[in-house]
């Protein structure tokens, strides 16, 4: 039965606090729609999981991407999703070889909406069967790897959203997302001395020290386990350089020491994000 795009759930208004939800690399300048089809189990409709049949479009340098390319290696799913790298254009008219590059991922964003003018947004998890993208939205793609497309892998793998923490998990990316990343980036964009500037690094270096106070007696953010927050929390902190983490006595040991594992070395940002076929 061919697949259906409920057309209340094909693009959803792009929200204040949805502002991390995909990096747009054509053109810059454009306010992402949101494409929040997601992975189910029903065959009468939607996208069910099989294997091979999805393929990520990620970008080298986006954190989060390197979000998703984490997540893959750390449930084991390189097997069973294809990913493809596309650059991330400094300009809203690439060269030959980025037009081309972007192709595929342009190709999937036009099969799902009739004449799409609109920018082009990793990450977005697409439907080989269909050539459409099912979603470009960072959070349900995540959940979707975790959940049913995780249920692909044979033999033990981390349970990244276990259901008793998911409200903590989602309050830690709030706090990494609006607190870390934005305060960082405002403060980076404000003029030197103002107002601004020092509104957005308290509020940066506040939610620096919540987070380091977490990290006192435990090994990860939600405690002795690894979850979805500690992939969100790294990639920012790794983002964010070691500059404004050398006050805290917790978070530089806790990049270090996350860094060691083979899912978190392969995407340091100075690594890139890995791509197989």
């Known amino acids: 039965m061919p697949e259906t795009i409920p057309h209340d759930a094909r693009t959803a208004p792009l929200r204040d606090h949805d502002f991390s939800a995909s990096c747009t690399v054509l053109p810059r300048t454009a306010r992402p ?15 069910y999981p099989a294997p091979r049949r999805y393929e990520l479009f990620l970008s080298a340098g986006c954190p989060l991407s390197q979000r998703v390319a984490i997540t893959l290696d750390l449930l084991g799913l390189r097997d069973s ?31 799902t909406w009739h004449r799409y003018d609109g920018p082009l947004t990793v990450p977005a998890l697409c439907d080989r069967w269909t050539g459409r993208v099912v979603s470009n ?3 349900d793609i995540l959940r979707d790897l975790a959940g049913n497309l995780g249920g692909q892998v044979r033999g033990p793998v981390p349970v990244l959203y276990p259901p008793a923490l998911l409200t903590e998990i989602e309050a830690i990316r709030h706090t990494v997302d609006e607190g870390v990343t934005r305060a960082a980036e405002q403060a980076a964009e404000a003029a030197p001395g103002s107002a601004g500037r020092e509104r957005a690094l308290g509020t940066l270096h506040a939610s620096l020290g919540l987070l380091d106070r ?6 990860h953010v939600l405690g002795g386990q690894l979850t979805a927050a500690d992939v969100d929390l790294w990639v920012a902190l790794t983002h964010l350089g070691s500059g404004p983490l050398s006050r805290y006595g917790h978070l530089p040991a806790y990049v270090r020491r996350l860094a060691g594992h083979p899912a978190f070395h392969a995407h340091h940002p100075a690594a890139g994000v890995a791509s197989t076929a």
């Not at 690439?94 to 190709?107: C, F, N």
């Open 214 to 219: 977490r990290l006192v007696r435990e090994p």
């Open 33 to 47: 729609d949101r494409f929040r089809s997601r992975i189910g189990v029903d065959l009468a409709g939607g996208f």
């Open 137 to 139: 939205h960072t959070p």
């Open 81 to 111: 999703v294809v990913t493809t790298l596309v650059p991330a254009t400094p300009a809203d008219e690439p060269s030959d070889a980025g037009r081309t590059a972007l192709a595929p991922l342009r190709g999937a964003y036009e099969a």
